[in-house]
Every structure is written in structure tokens, then in C-alpha cells.
């Protein structure tokens, strides 16, 4: 088997590096408060529990009203 050449080493090196900080964030985003985590999801454009309940009840008195207005 012929030796890595410097290139090789070189390359093999930085993807070591980028190994290990990938690991180093992937650690820190369990370490990230609860807020933070608000923050991205709403950032995301993600809905939150409590805006999903709302419109689910939003949606339940609605069709409840369409039902009262259906058998009038």
C-alpha cells in the first residue's frame, strides 16, 4: 500500500477538525436554554403548542357555528 501523500494528510486533517466541532456543536445545542430554542423554532417559522391549541378550538367553535347554522 503506497503512503498518503501531504495533500492526503492535509485533507484528512481539516475533516478530523471539522469532525470534531461538529461534535463540540451538536453537544452545545443540548445545552442551549429553552428560550433559544423558542427563538430557532420561531425563527424556522414553526407554530408553538399553545398557537396550535388555539386554532385547533378557533377551529372546533367554527364548525360547531356552521353545524347550528346548517340545521336553522
Do not use: Y
Not at 471539522?18 to 420561531?42: F, I, N, Y
Not at 386554532?55 to 347554522?69: F, I, N, S, T, V
Request: aromatic share 0%; glycine share 6%.
Amino acid at each position: 500500500m503506497a503512503a498518503p501523500d501531504n495533500s492526503t494528510l492535509a485533507l484528512r486533517q481539516v475533516l478530523d477538525e471539522l469532525a470534531a466541532q461538529l461534535r463540540s456543536g451538536v453537544e452545545k445545542l443540548g445545552e442551549l436554554p429553552h428560550e433559544t430554542g423558542d427563538l430557532l423554532a420561531r425563527e424556522l417559522g414553526l407554530a408553538t403548542r399553545e398557537e396550535l391549541d388555539t386554532l385547533e378550538l378557533r377551529l372546533a367553535q367554527l364548525e360547531h357555528r356552521l353545524k347550528l347554522l346548517e340545521n336553522a
